[in-house]
């Protein structure tokens, strides 16, 4: 696999050039001159890669990014050797890159995980580089070792930078077919003489879209060559559990552990429950992706010995700890970032991540979020296509879970403009444990200088403290309050318009006006997911007038459900709002979507900006 053509960490999301988070279509800062890639395959699986690249430097913003390049190698599995390295100046001259100039390293983000220090990155730091230049570079990677015996996959998706030439050969043994998937490429008659053939993409630059927000991954519509020997996700899953079936097996000391955490429990769902809690709380998660760090996991007993491991490595662990208490369990393969598709070509392409299913519960479960209670997932695993590897099925993880955020808020406004607050928010299900978890990482800085801060985006001086909740909870339930006073709320006396706001802090303002980011949309995006509840309480003092009070709104369509209702009296204006949205059975919206939501959120945003008017004598 290339890790600078795709990104398949455990965890992270699918990126494929650093130029696409951009969001601002072609970068043209540099310039793909020549780019060719050659995989010469065996017969079992292993390969030699040799790339050869030709870029040229048109920005001053692109000589720090490509005064170096790194190529990242797992040194039990993979050989690297860099060819040849140079600079081309305009005038023609050539300043080569000198020995002293490559450095071997340990690949940083595993410093401190002995099991993991078989990974490298061998860097090439190129001298005098300045707008003009031409880089080039030439390496050769050779993987000893198949990723699965007798199978070979690839992954290239489409460049965001402008592009002369990209060209990708396969030389294969000639009964090992190959599959493939060409969005943006365009391919030669393959050639067979001598048992091998020899196949041939070409890379057809056009304009490339400007990447909408929250748009799903590029990976789900975009260019790309996905080739594979793999005949379909049943072959690739078994694949996948074949290489790691026996590392999940368990020993006396699992056994021990196991027995520990399930003591006095009867029901599997609950001792799968408390495996879970305890592997997600203990084991260290150290990302690791799954190409350069092979697919085979570490043994479930010194994943528990060293209290650490990836993705892989947690599924192990799980399943062997199951296993231990009586419960059936399989690795799962799946995307933790935006995409939503499989390719037609069976390949681990945008498979980026491994987690666990118990097929007697029907149940998922991700050991590597430390901040998702039992029974929930991250949401960057729903509504997403699985391989069950085990048995090679292909499933599919919830699309939603139940989660819902409920505030209260009060405000005491005096003759002057001045106010005491009160908020107190809880967020039940899902979004409980995240919440927890973050405040539990709040420093006592973060938490004195929180109300000020939150006061401050408001245009308001003032100050106040926070009242944490249970930070060593389980329950999926949490409630923090703020409480504070503020010198200039508004400006009294005299008639004032007061923005009706239902909420002081990450209400559902914040989410409701992200849905105006994009006016008109050309790519499927995730759907907005959202329960929130909402009530404001503002007290005036005795000689206040409440003038006028915005009319109710009452909304249900197939996206949204919003209610905001108003009430005055005894000089209190009292603000209900409710906020559910999401799109059934399903996570991606599409353009269609989109256009169907805008008159909706029209009527949310023309709410959320309203003002009451109150007179003050």
């Known amino acids: 696999m290339k890790k600078y053509l795709i990104t398949v960490f455990c965890i992270f999301t699918f990126a494929a050039t650093a130029v696409i988070a951009k969001d601002n279509g072609t970068d043209k800062s540099v310039t793909i001159l020549k780019e060719i890639q050659s995989f010469v395959v065996n017969k079992d699986g292993s390969h030699t890669e040799t790339v050869e690249s030709f870029i040229q430097i048109n920005e001053e913003r692109a000589v720090a990014s490509e005064s170096q390049r790194q190529w990242h190698f797992n040194q039990s599995l993979e050989t690297l050797e860099l060819l040849e390295a140079y600079i081309e100046k305009p005038d023609g001259r050539k300043v080569q890159v000198k020995p002293e100039q490559i450095k071997l390293q340990q690949e940083p983000a595993y410093s401190g995980a002995p099991m993991f220090q078989d990974m490298q990155v061998k860097v090439a730091i190129y001298p005098e580089v300045a707008v003009g230049d031409k880089i080039y570079s030439r390496h050769s990677k050779t993987r000893k070792t198949a990723m699965f015996p007798g199978q070979f996959s690839d992954y290239t998706p489409g460049r965001y930078v402008p592009v002369k030439q990209l060209t990708i050969n396969y030389d294969m043994p000639a009964d090992m077919p190959l599959l493939s998937q060409a969005d943006g490429f365009v391919a030669t008659p393959p050639?067979?003489?001598?048992?091998?053939?020899?196949?041939?993409?070409?890379?057809?630059?056009?304009?490339?879209?400007?990447?909408?927000?929250?748009?799903?991954?590029?990976?789900?519509?975009?260019?790309?060559?996905?080739?594979?020997?793999?005949?379909?996700?049943?072959?690739?899953?078994?694949a996948y559990y074949q290489t790691a079936a026996q590392t999940g097996k368990p020993n006396a000391k699992i056994k021990a552990k196991t027995a520990e955490i399930t003591q006095g429990l009867s029901n599997p769902r609950d001792k799968a429950y408390a495996i879970y809690d305890w592997v997600r709380k203990n084991i260290r998660y150290v990302a690791v992706y799954i190409g350069n760090g092979g697919l085979i996991p570490h043994n479930a007993d010194e994943i528990l010995d060293n209290l650490y491991g990836d993705c892989k490595d947690h599924t192990s662990l799980m399943e062997a700890m199951l296993a231990a208490v009586g419960i059936d369990s399989t690795p799962v393969l799946?995307?933790?970032?935006?995409?939503?598709?499989?390719?037609?070509?069976?390949?681990?392409?945008?498979?980026?991540?491994?987690i666990t299913y118990i097929p007697s519960l029907n149940l998922y479960l991700d050991s590597t979020a430390a901040n998702i209670n039992h029974g929930f997932l991250p949401a960057s695993v729903w509504g997403k296509p699985t391989i069950l590897t085990k048995t090679g099925e292909i499933g599919k993880t919830p699309s939603k879970e139940f989660f819902k955020t409920s505030s209260n808020y009060k405000v005491n406004i005096s003759t002057e403009g001045a106010a005491q607050f009160e908020f107190a928010r809880k967020d039940t299900g899902q979004l409980a444990e995240p919440t927890r978890y973050e405040q539990s990482n709040w420093r006592i800085n973060d938490q004195e200088l929180a109300v000020e801060n939150i006061l401050k985006g408001y245009g308001m001086t003032g100050s106040g403290t926070v009242q944490l909740g249970d930070l060593k909870?389980?329950?999926?339930?949490?409630?923090?309050?703020?409480?504070?006073?503020?010198?200039?709320?508004?400006?009294?006396?005299?008639?004032?318009?007061?923005?009706?706001?239902?909420?002081l802090y990450a209400g559902m303002a914040n989410s409701i006006y992200g849905l105006t980011s994009e006016v008109e949309r050309t790519q499927d995006f995730i759907c907005p997911e959202n329960n929130i509840v909402e009530e404001a309480v503002y007290q005036f003092p005795a000689q206040a007038k409440i003038l006028y009070i915005p009319k109710d709104v009452d909304v249900h369509t197939a996206f949204f459900e919003y209610q905001a209702k108003y009430t005055h009296d005894n000089k209190q204006v009292i603000i209900k709002r409710t906020y559910k949205s999401g799109k059934e059975g399903s996570r991606v919206c599409t353009p269609k979507d989109h256009q169907a939501m805008q008159a909706t959120i029209k009527k949310m945003v023309q709410d959320l900006r309203s003002q009451f008017i109150v007179q003050v004598q």
């Open 473 to 503: 909870g389980s329950e999926d339930q949490y409630e923090f309050k703020l409480k504070g006073k503020v010198d200039n709320w508004t400006y009294l006396p005299g008639t004032v318009g007061i923005a009706a706001n239902s909420s």
């Open 191 to 238: 050639v067979t003489q001598n048992g091998r053939t020899v196949y041939r993409w070409d890379y057809q630059p056009s304009d490339n879209p400007r990447i909408e927000t929250s748009s799903v991954s590029y990976a789900d519509f975009g260019k790309q060559l996905v080739v594979s020997t793999f005949t379909d996700y049943a072959s690739l899953g078994k």
């Open 334 to 354: 799946i995307n933790s970032g935006d995409s939503f598709k499989l390719s037609p070509v069976a390949s681990l392409g945008q498979l980026n991540h491994a």
